[in-house]
């Protein structure tokens, strides 16, 4: 491609486009194949679907559209604040968690400032880092997780940020409680520890991080969490981020004035409540991840025991797997942009949906 004749932010010859899950129109256009007929587990998406109390609550607001959403999400943050045992100005909402991100970068990150994060992070964390001219340091990942010792002394003076996804995507791993604990302790005042509970609800045992947002006693912490993923709004991009009120106004400046529109605001509000589908989704979820790892067993495929929603097998040449499996109806995620070329990520889907992924990756490995 020529250069641009505009010249651009040179911050963007670093940042690739991010390289989203293929949606299953598109998939169904190429390859001549029924979109009914597709199984998508490629991005970690609600396999029930979205909560049947937040359709609902969509169908109703649809009426109102015509109207500017609420700018502060009042009742929203209110069912939220009341849940988490926090006060509303604990809260900032988002166009999907991946806004709260950007709005960390927005307010912490340019020139001069680094930022720490681990081998293996969600991507999301080096675009934001790089779009706003901050240095990555990345440390090598122990066992495909976190090495969260590594990872404190990797700090410099000038690092003002550091990203932690528990559960990790794409590696499902999770750092053990006492251990995450200790590391966000051991974090100095003048680094905001993001850490993203994207897949929390998935846990059995958490590590509980609301009471010391809620007594004040870990100021520089920001837990970044989403509706997108157990809740199953993710076509309607609403997340949210919780940290003390001083992080959380600083982010307000940045936010625009209607990020969250009226039906994700809607929807999200009815899902929060939904303790049904959570249930149902959090079971499905643990058989699937059961039924893929046993597959890969039985296929002799080394996988990544996974705490969360979706699952990292090795299967030599992924790309090559991942277009025959494409070309049967299922979509996977091939992991070469993270490094990971010789693995795919599969999340997890309903019982048929796993049985037929499996099937497909067993014609498309000749086994
Ligand atoms: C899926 C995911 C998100 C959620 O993104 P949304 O913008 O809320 O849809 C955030 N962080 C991680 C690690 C994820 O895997």
Not at 30 to 52: D, M, W
Not at 211 to 217: H, K, S, V
Request: with cysteine; net charge neutral.
């Amino acid at each position: 491609m020529n250069p641009s004749p505009i010249p651009l932010n040179p911050q963007l010859e670093q940042i690739p486009v991010y390289q989203p899950g293929r949606p299953i129109e598109e998939v169904a256009r190429i390859h001549g194949l029924a979109p009914e007929s597709i199984v998508k587990l490629a991005s970690n998406e609600n396999p029930l679907g979205p909560s049947p109390r937040a359709l609902q609550a969509l169908q109703a607001a649809c009426a109102t559209v015509h109207l500017y959403p609420d700018g502060h999400a009042f009742a929203l943050k209110a069912r939220l604040a009341e849940k988490l045992g926090l006060t509303p100005e604990h809260l900032i909402l988002g166009n999907g968690s991946n806004e709260v991100l950007e709005l960390v970068g927005h307010a912490l990150l340019r020139p001069g400032v680094d930022v720490v994060v681990s081998q293996y992070c969600f991507a999301v964390y080096p675009l934001v880092t790089r779009l706003f001219g901050a240095r990555l340091i990345t440390v090598p990942a122990r066992n495909f997780a976190h090495d969260l010792a590594a990872m404190r002394a990797a700090f410099t003076p000038q690092t003002r940020v550091v990203f932690i996804a528990n559960p990790n995507n794409p590696t499902g791993t999770c750092a053990p409680p006492q251990e995450l604990r200790q590391f966000v302790e051991s974090v100095p005042p003048d680094v905001l520890i993001v850490l993203d509970e994207a897949y929390i609800e998935f846990l059995d045992h958490p590590a509980d991080f609301l009471p010391a947002i809620r007594e004040g006693r870990s100021p520089n912490l920001l837990l970044v969490r989403t509706f997108s993923k157990i809740y199953g709004l993710a076509g309607l991009r609403v997340g949210y981020g919780i940290g003390h009120p001083q992080v959380v106004a600083a982010l307000e400046k940045t936010r625009e004035p209607f990020n969250v529109n009226r039906l994700a605001q809607a929807a999200a509000l009815a899902a929060l409540d939904d303790h049904d589908h959570v249930e149902q989704t959090r079971a499905i979820n643990k058989a699937g991840l059961r039924q893929l790892a046993t597959g890969f067993e039985s296929l002799g495929l080394p996988y990544i025991p996974s705490e969360a929603n979706f699952i990292l097998v090795r299967v030599g040449n992924a790309h090559a797997v991942f277009e025959s499996m494409l070309r049967q109806g299922v979509i996977v995620r091939p992991m070469d942009g993270y490094d990971l070329p010789e693995w795919i990520r599969i999340s997890v889907g309903r019982p048929e949906e796993n049985e037929r992924c499996l099937r497909a990756l067993q014609l498309a490995l000749n086994r």
